[in-house]
């Protein structure tokens, strides 16, 4: 059986690779470097050292993952013809190597063929050492060919690799700038470890592609930050933030709080961001998000205290209705159209009721929205199979009964039979909205605006009195308002 030994070879000083890897790459086994652009490499050509690099294939490959699935490939093919060969790589063969975790992966597929990874001093502890950096403190290790902002986490320390040329340092910098204010200290570590060569650079964010020393042995690093207009911007930081509320020794209002509490908050929320939206104001939208969120995160707290779910458990249902809805994106069907697109959605929710037995009347009623809405859906349904009023005049009629219900009970003192008998009254108003043909939504904003018009005229008429509000009694008050009123005709 055939043998690839993969070597590392350290940081970039020769005195930093291990005597087992010195005697494998001078054993006159074939040698094969990732590439030969390494200081230590240098060294090795002085005393006679022979290898073959794949340094040509990065000038005529398009992409990494085809390059390095290519390197993997060209080891294999020489294995199977030469026998046991030797596989060096920068660093250590399992830190941020690429073409090494491509060979592990296909492995399997070559039974005739065993990869023996062997030792190396990574870039990781040089660059530790440099900096003098405990990762225990809370370390991220990140690659800037790949970088994205969703992997940023700012009470966390960042070494950003592989930012081998000013191109790549440009992205690095423009995803760090979503996050990390633009002056934001970051330091430019070149070749750690290697004698003569070593570069710490502190420069702000904005200056990180203008370093010139930036080369294939660059890291970055970007402490963690204790500024809390850096740390708010983390979705953890404001979740920990209402965690801390609700905890001992937190807000007494927040730790007073139930789901049934929260539940009109989390109605008012809702129009405050649909009010945003209707008012095309970017910065206030955003806001109001905020506070639609602020109750998510409240009611995922408290679903968390009792055992229920946590908000991972939130983020989960989401993800994995958003990818079973959605077949024409994360799946093999196609959309071609938004029409096409919410027939794939439909038809994916159907497929999730196949099981559940559907015969009721009420069953396909969507249960998230107002009220009102939900009221006035109830009733239709119930119309449709003929559960209805005959005529306009018995459904004003059973408004006046609810009405006189509503009044006896107020008379016996009974709050909760009060919210009950209320309750009826505005059902059997949304029936007689539904028997009219009308639109309760339209017929109560012309009443607001009305109330609003009405209102202020008399607001106008006690400032022209300079009078203070008490100073009227509710028939002067009222003869004001009736002001108003006959203005309007």
């Known amino acids: 059986m055939a043998k690839i030994f993969v070597v590392g070879l350290g940081p970039g000083d020769l005195g930093g690779l291990p005597l087992d890897t010195y005697r494998r790459l001078q054993s006159g086994l074939p040698v094969f470097l990732r590439t030969e652009v390494h200081p230590v490499v240098q060294d090795l050509k002085s005393e006679g050292f022979n290898y073959r690099s794949f340094d040509s294939l990065y000038e005529t490959g398009e992409r990494f993952e085809e390059i390095y699935l290519q390197m993997a490939q060209s080891l294999f093919e020489a294995a199977q013809q030469q026998g046991d060969l030797v596989y060096a790589v920068p660093g250590h063969p399992l830190m941020a190597e690429q073409s090494v975790q491509n060979l592990l992966e296909q492995a399997p597929n070559h039974p005739d063929i065993e990869v023996v990874v062997l030792g190396g001093q990574s870039f990781f502890d040089a660059v530790c050492t440099a900096l003098k950096l405990d990762p225990i403190q809370g370390l991220c290790l990140l690659d800037g060919t790949v970088l994205t902002q969703d992997q940023l986490r700012t009470d966390m320390h960042l070494l950003i690799a592989q930012v081998f040329s000013q191109a790549v340092a440009s992205e690095v910098k423009l995803s760090l700038m979503e996050v990390y204010p633009d002056d934001y200290p970051v330091v430019v570590v070149r070749a750690a470890g290697v004698a003569n060569e070593e570069v710490i650079k502190p420069v702000l964010l904005y200056e990180l592609d203008r370093v010139e020393c930036i080369d294939h042995l660059t890291t970055v690093y970007v402490p963690k930050s204790s500024e809390r207009q850096v740390l708010q911007r983390d979705p953890w930081y404001v979740a920990n933030l209402v965690k801390r509320l609700r905890e001992p020794g937190g807000c007494?209002?927040?730790?007073?709080?139930?789901?049934?509490?929260?539940?009109?908050?989390?109605?008012?929320?809702?129009?405050?961001?649909?009010?945003?939206?209707?008012?095309?104001?970017?910065?206030?939208?955003?806001?109001?998000?905020?506070?639609?969120?602020?109750?998510?995160?409240?009611?995922?707290?408290?679903?968390?205290?009792?055992?229920?779910?946590?908000?991972?458990?939130?983020?989960?249902?989401?993800?994995?209705?958003?990818?079973?809805?959605?077949?024409?994106?994360?799946?093999?069907?196609?959309?071609?159209?938004?029409?096409?697109?919410?027939?794939?959605?439909?038809?994916?929710?159907?497929?999730?009721?196949?099981?559940?037995?559907?015969?009721?009347?009420?069953?396909?009623?969507?249960?998230?929205?107002?009220?009102?809405?939900?009221?006035?859906?109830?009733?239709?349904?119930?119309?449709?199979?003929?559960?209805?009023?005959?005529?306009?005049?018995?459904?004003?009629?059973?408004?006046?009964?609810?009405?006189?219900?509503?009044?006896?009970?107020?008379?016996?003192?009974?709050?909760?039979?009060?919210?009950?008998?209320?309750?009826?009254?505005?059902?059997?108003?949304?029936?007689?909205?539904?028997?009219?043909?009308?639109?309760?939504?339209?017929?109560?904003?012309?009443?607001?605006?009305?109330?609003?018009?009405?209102?202020?005229?008399?607001?106008?008429?006690?400032?022209?009195?300079?009078?203070?509000?008490?100073?009227?009694?509710?028939?002067?008050?009222?003869?004001?308002?009736?002001?108003?009123?006959?203005?309007?005709?």
């Not at 059997?428 to 639109?439: G, P």
């Open 252 to 489: 007494p209002w927040d730790r007073k709080q139930t789901h049934q509490t929260l539940r009109p908050y989390v109605i008012e929320e809702a129009y405050e961001v649909a009010s945003a939206i209707d008012e095309d104001q970017p910065e206030e939208l955003a806001e109001e998000l905020g506070d639609l969120l602020l109750q998510v995160l409240l009611n995922a707290q408290i679903a968390s205290e009792y055992g229920e779910f946590q908000v991972r458990d939130v983020y989960a249902k989401l993800a994995d209705k958003l990818v079973r809805r959605h077949p024409h994106v994360f799946g093999e069907r196609s959309a071609a159209s938004a029409e096409e697109a919410e027939e794939r959605w439909q038809a994916a929710k159907q497929a999730e009721n196949s099981n559940v037995h559907q015969e009721g009347v009420l069953d396909s009623i969507r249960k998230g929205q107002p009220a009102w809405k939900l009221a006035l859906e109830l009733q239709k349904k119930a119309a449709g199979v003929g559960f209805d009023w005959g005529d306009i005049r018995d459904v004003l009629a059973k408004v006046r009964e609810e009405l006189e219900e509503l009044e006896a009970e107020i008379e016996r003192g009974s709050k909760k039979t009060q919210e009950t008998e209320l309750g009826d009254v505005l059902f059997a108003v949304v029936n007689a909205v539904r028997w009219l043909d009308l639109d309760l939504e339209t017929v109560l904003a012309q009443t607001n605006r009305k109330f609003e018009h009405r209102f202020r005229h008399v607001e106008q008429r006690v400032r022209e009195s300079e009078g203070e509000w008490g100073a009227f009694s509710l028939e002067e008050l009222d003869a004001f308002w009736n002001e108003a009123k006959a203005k309007e005709w």
